[in-house]
């Protein structure tokens, strides 16, 4: 991934950028199978607590973030799953 990817509305702080990317990349790598997998699977294989990896997955569909497809499915209850096809046009797949 790029870095300094990290950019919004709500991101005011540029120190929190290395934190962050390693973070997304963290994600990225564990999702680029293309398996499903809910946030709690997710939060378990990394560490990263649901709502982070809930926001790094919508950045993954951003261009600066390689324009991934990021798909999602509900399963029951308010629970859903969460699937990244890589988007094979970037460097790496990344």
């Known amino acids: ?3 300094e990817i990290i950019s919004g509305p709500n991101y005011a702080d540029p120190s929190e950028n290395a934190r962050l990317t390693t ?6 790598n564990v999702m ?3 398996n499903w ?3 709690r699977q997710i939060e378990e294989q990394t560490g990263y607590p649901e709502c982070s ?4 997955l919508r950045h993954l ?6 324009s991934h497809e ?3 499915r509900h399963i029951k209850n308010g629970l859903y ?6 988007n094979e046009a970037t460097e790496d797949g990344e």
């Not at 973070?23 to 990225?28: D, Y």
């Not at 569909?61 to 390689?66: A, H, I, L, M, N």
Request: proline share 3%; with cysteine; charged share 25%.
């Open 1 to 3: 991934m790029k870095s």
């Open 23 to 28: 973070q997304l990349n963290t994600i990225f």
């Open 32 to 34: 680029k199978d293309s």
């Open 37 to 39: 997998r809910t946030l």
């Open 53 to 56: 990896i809930s926001a790094q």
């Open 61 to 66: 569909r951003k261009p600066s973030c390689g």
């Open 70 to 72: 990021v798909n999602k």
């Open 81 to 86: 799953e969460y699937q990244v096809i890589v």
